[in-house]
Nanobody
């Protein structure tokens, strides 16, 4: 059974930083597109960033210049470095792997990020 586990969330002051990690079990890490989504209370889930198998990153406009997505294939782990955090970044962050050939999505349980003074 494939599973994704997120970690690194927490409470941070505005302007602070956090690094989220997502570790995948199973065999899907190397063949999928990995990304981070977030969902704030009462809001729709939105794509924050994703990274291709070749390591090409893509970002939502709201986080460009502040967030950095990366992946370490040897560790089956994806990271999201979040800098200059503000209240708009408060949400539950979800790790996602999309396997194109099978058109299947795999999701983590989510990790809470709260930006507050």
């Amino acid at each position: 059974q494939e599973q994704l586990v997120e970690s690194g969330g927490g409470l941070v002051q505005p302007g602070g930083s956090l690094r989220l990690s997502c570790t995948a079990s199973g065999s899907i890490f190397s063949i999928g597109v990995m990304g981070w989504y977030r969902q704030a209370p009462g809001k729709q889930r939105e794509l924050v960033a994703y990274i291709t198998k070749g390591g090409s990153p893509n970002y939502a406009d709201s986080v460009k210049g502040r967030f950095t997505i990366s992946r370490d294939n040897a560790k089956n782990t994806m990271y999201l470095q979040m800098n200059s955090l503000n209240s708009e970044d408060t949400a539950v962050y979800y790790c996602n792997i999309y396997v194109v050939p099978t058109r299947r999505d795999y999701w983590g349980q989510g990790t809470q990020v709260t930006v507050s003074s």
